[in-house]
């Protein structure tokens, strides 16, 4: 990256204007920056940062309506905190919210979400509204304050997952959901393909589970390969099955999930989650990779992963959204080049990869993303008339654009 | 005597050769060039608005699709894509000199894949045969528009058509993993995938709910969900559509996600007690149709508490469906209502704008006031549950009042608006409400949207004319741009 000058820090939707008017007249190639955790995809070649983190706080906040406004560089754990006060929330839980303070505009940029995007979606179910400023300048609006609307052309949905690289996301609309009045999870021990049949069937008998989560910590030391081996054969990962609703309902879903899934379930506690969560974000030093794939592709991806990690001596964990077709692999240790023959054979099976944290120098070992989506011509397209200077975040989606 | 509206949208170069090129890529009995059987063809569910196309392609594949667009883009012929026909805002409207590609050919239903909770379709599929499909897995497709008997998925892609259930279940954009899709080139590609991981931004996202704008879906991958365990229904009465109103407001501020609240006024139980076995009463000002699902100890609890919310908001009377085929009286009814109006009317029109729902009571009485002044009957059967209303404005065509109504219409969508909600929660803006989009939108974000236009189609064929105010539409100078009401409340900025 080049040395970065200026640092534009603006506090509301005029000062990010202002900003982006300024930068264009003077040619810079900007970098945007919410708390500055994610680090997904390429690495961006910038003359200047859009720093959003002061551009915080709600803007309306109505709870009969269901639905909150807030500036983008608020921290989605902190309006969890404000709706928490009236019995509602924002229906995304990516880790990163609570691990690292990811703000609102970071998470729909990322793309980013969590275990309850089994039920829920992702964040570009929740948004309903957003504002966005573009690379010159020009501040436009899309959706509404209401849940339901066609009028127009949605862009908050263009701007998910555009890593910045289509403008800056100002001030976004959410709809809220009202908490429930009981929650509760089933754990069960077992591996993933078992995991999955069982999800399957709690899903077909009706119990209507607000998350399907499958997760696994692999072995780690010496001897990886056989522990891995034997691993499998034990009862290794955890079934994680969440239900919403009235305290007598999720008891008796709860209890009727157990019957059905055996002997190896007990009740699930809150810090199943927060192992999960972990796994998702991990810590300096680790890889962690998100990927893509039908449901029932699960099995065969953790075959892949529990073969690669032996063949290359890494420490490989990994937490699934079953019925999302979402994964998130976590490697760690072992040295950059052996965690690029993982990511690469993976995304060589699995084209829909994303590297959401780089171990250090796994960036000179590895392009920043795999083989590009059938529709990367209209992605470029799309890009081309937003910003056809490509000063928004350039190299962030290299080599693809 | 009728009288249409011809809306003039003319294709910018017509060449001689392309029709013979197009019955030599399809065969010429997939082409229609007959004025008589065009005719069929000129409109949509809006049928005040008509344009007679050039001709009408009707494809079998996508392959054929690609092909008739390929005619279009080498001779610069718009083309609209047409599904059923069902849209209520003139979205399948065709452009003069331009033509109509059918997709009631592609009716296919690829694959049902009850592991991955999926099924793959071709677009000209009806809705209602996709949960006909999954049935026998025990699962369904969740949207569920009135219309779904007839109307396709091509379509409720293209308008992200909603549905009575939509309150808990969402609306078609949350409901499609993957949709592939013929560009305006003719060049096919496919947007989504098999997971919700994807890495870039969302073109299925935003592709979904552009009205046929850009590109034309011929292969659809839609989500299925497991029938809810527990089904219970109630209509509840209430003296005033004010009440009706509250209660809605008060059921959702409780923290109740029923899975559907819908509303008919007094004029629209008229209408619906003329037509069908009715289960609504006669002389009651307003009826709310509350239907929970789900595990059945969660809806038992939550079904009681919003008998009790409806009480305490007044209701003066509940029928609770005591099995399924009282059930199915009362959604017979709710969804036959449209076309019931027919009954009591000769014409109407149908808006479908949306408010917040702490909102609902306030904006219904506005709405009656408007309607007195006017000297028109409107009827209101709606999604009470997301704020999303269907004002009928009731008119004679005979009796001189069409200009009177459609004024009034507009106004109504207008003043959804003006409230803090939408012109339009489902049916999409089209020909009908392109106008009006200035109402809501700024300059900067309809050009702003344009630029997602001219990434799709930079020659501007596919479906011209719609969504977005044109000169040639709404006159030189679109509608002022007034203040959107939550900006001069500070909620929102413009710059
Ligand atoms: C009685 C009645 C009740 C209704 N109730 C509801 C309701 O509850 N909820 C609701 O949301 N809507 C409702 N509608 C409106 C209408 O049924 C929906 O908008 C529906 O999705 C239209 O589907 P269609 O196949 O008829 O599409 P059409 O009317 O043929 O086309 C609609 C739009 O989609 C485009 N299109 C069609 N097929 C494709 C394709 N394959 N690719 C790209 N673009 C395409 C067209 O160009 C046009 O812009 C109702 C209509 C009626 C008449």
Redesign the pocket.
């Known amino acids: 990256m080049s040395a970065i000058v200026t640092t534009y820090r603006p506090a509301d939707l005029a000062e990010l204007r202002d900003a982006l008017t300024e930068s264009a007249r003077a040619g810079q190639r900007l970098a945007v920056a919410g708390t500055g955790t994610a680090q997904w995809g390429g690495l961006v070649d910038a003359d200047a940062v859009v720093d959003t983190t002061a551009m915080t706080g709600l803007i309306s906040y109505n709870p009969t309506d269901m639905t909150v406004a807030v500036r983008a560089g608020t921290r989605l754990a902190d309006l969890q905190e404000v709706l928490a006060e009236h019995r509602q929330w924002v229906a995304l839980d990516p880790a990163r919210a609570t691990a690292e303070g990811g703000t609102v505009g970071g998470i729909v940029a990322t793309a980013d979400a969590g275990p309850s995007r089994h039920q829920f979606g992702g964040s570009r179910d929740s948004v309903i509204g957003m504002t966005v400023v573009l690379a010159d300048g020009t501040v436009a609006r899309s959706g509404g304050h209401v849940i339901k609307n066609v009028a127009g052309y949605d862009l908050a949905k263009l701007f998910h997952g555009c890593l910045g690289t289509l403008g800056v996301v100002a001030e976004v609309v959410l709809r809220v959901h009202p908490r429930p009045a009981a929650t509760a999870t089933l754990a069960v021990a077992c591996p993933a393909r078992e995991a999955f049949t069982l999800g399957g069937r709690l899903i077909a008998e009706s119990l209507e589970p607000a998350a399907v989560e499958w997760t696994c910590t692999r072995p780690r030391g010496p001897g990886l390969a056989q522990r891995a081996e034997a691993a499998r054969e034990q009862r290794d990962g955890t079934l994680l099955v969440r239900f919403d609703g009235t305290t007598n309902g999720v008891a008796d879903r709860l209890r009727r999930a157990r019957a059905l899934a055996g002997e190896h379930a007990a009740e699930g506690t809150p810090e199943h989650w927060q192992k999960a969560g972990r796994l998702a974000v991990g810590a300096p030093g680790d890889t962690v990779l998100r990927l893509g794939t039908a449901p029932d592709q699960v099995a065969q991806l953790v075959m892949d992963v529990d073969r690669l990690a032996a063949t290359h001596a890494v420490d490989a964990a990994m937490t699934s959204t079953l019925f999302a077709g979402v994964h998130t692999v976590r490697l760690r240790d072992a040295p950059a080049a052996a965690h690029a023959a993982v990511v690469e054979s993976l995304r060589m099976a699995h084209s829909a990869a994303t590297v959401c944290r780089w171990a250090p120098d796994l960036r000179n070992e590895l392009a920043p993303w795999g083989d590009p989506p059938p529709a990367v011509s209209l992605l470029r397209a799309v890009k081309r008339r937003f910003d056809p200077d490509d000063r928004l975040c350039p190299g962030r989606f290299a080599p693809w654009f | 005597m009728v009288i249409f509206r011809i809306v003039e949208m003319t294709s910018r170069a017509v060449g001689t050769s392309w029709p013979a090129e197009l019955a030599a890529v399809l065969g010429p009995d997939s082409v229609i060039t007959d004025p008589a059987r065009l005719r069929t063809y000129e409109c949509?569910?809006l049928t005040g608005y008509r344009v007679v196309p050039a001709a009408v392609a009707l494809p079998r594949s996508t392959e054929e699709v690609a092909a008739a667009v390929g005619v279009c883009a080498r001779h610069g012929i718009s083309f609209?894509?047409?599904?059923?026909?069902?849209?209520?805002?003139?979205?399948?409207?065709p452009v003069a000199d331009g033509i109509v590609i059918s997709?009631q050919r592609?009716r296919r239903i690829l694959h049902v894949d009850p592991v991955n909770l999926r099924a793959v379709v071709e677009?000209?599929v009806?809705?209602l045969d996709i949960s006909r499909a999954a049935a026998s897995h025990g699962l369904y497709y969740a949207?569920?528009?009135?219309?779904?008997q007839?109307?396709?998925?091509?379509?409720?892609?293209?308008?992200?058509?909603?549905?009575?259930h939509?309150l808990k279940y969402g609306?078609?954009v949350n409901h499609v993993l993957a949709a592939e899709?013929v560009l305006a080139d003719g060049t096919v590609t496919t947007l989504g995938g098999q997971s919700q991981h994807l890495p870039g931004f969302d073109l299925l996202g935003a592709f979904v709910g552009?009205?046929?704008?850009?590109?034309?879906?011929?292969q659809v991958t839609v989500r299925l969900l497991a029938k809810p365990a527990q089904v219970r229904t109630m209509v509840a009465d209430f003296a005033t559509v004010a009440a009706a109103g509250d209660a809605v407001t008060a059921i959702v501020a409780a923290g109740i996600v029923p899975a559907a609240v819908e509303m008919l006024d007094n004029l629209a139980i008229q209408a619906v007690g003329a037509s069908t076995r009715s289960v609504y009463t006669a002389d009651t000002a307003a009826a709310l149709v509350v239907e929970l699902d789900g595990p059945p100890d969660d809806v038992a609890e939550l079904f009681d508490d919003v008998q009790r919310i409806c009480r305490d908001q007044g209701s003066t009377k509940i029928m609770v469906a005591a099995d399924a085929e009282e059930r199915a009286l009362i959604w017979q009814g709710r969804?036959a209502a449209?076309?019931a109006v027919g009954r009591i009317s000769p014409n109407y029109f149908?808006q479908?704008g949306v408010v917040p729902r702490g909102r609902l009571a306030e904006v219904l009485g506005r709405i009656a006031a408007m309607a007195d002044e006017a000297g028109i009957r409107v009827a209101n059967v709606f999604?009470a549950g997301d704020g999303n209303l269907?004002p009928l404005v009731l008119y004679s065509e005979a009796d001189g009042e069409h200009d009177r109504a459609e004024r009034l219409s507009t106004e109504i969508a207008e003043l959804c608006v003006e409230l803090g909600g939408s012109l339009s929660?489902?049916?999409?803006i089209?020909a009908d409400k392109a106008c009006s989009m200035p109402r809501m939108f700024g300059e900067d974000d309809l050009a702003t949207m344009l630029r997602l236009r001219e990434a799709f189609d930079p020659a501007g064929l596919c479906?011209p004319g719609?969504v977005f105010p044109t000169p040639r539409l709404c006159g030189e100078r679109p509608g002022p741009y007034r203040p959107h009401p939550l900006e001069t409340a500070g909620v929102i900025e413009r710059l």
């Open positions: 949509d569910g609209v894509a047409r599904g059923a026909g069902t849209g209520l805002s003139g979205g399948a409207l997709l592609l677009p000209g009806t809705n949207p569920d528009p009135s219309s779904q007839v109307c396709t998925i091509g379509g409720n892609v293209a308008e992200n058509s909603g549905g009575a939509c609306f078609t899709v552009s009205e046929g704008t850009l590109g034309i879906v011929t969804k449209f076309a149908v479908d999604h269907h929660g489902e049916h999409g089209g479906n719609k």
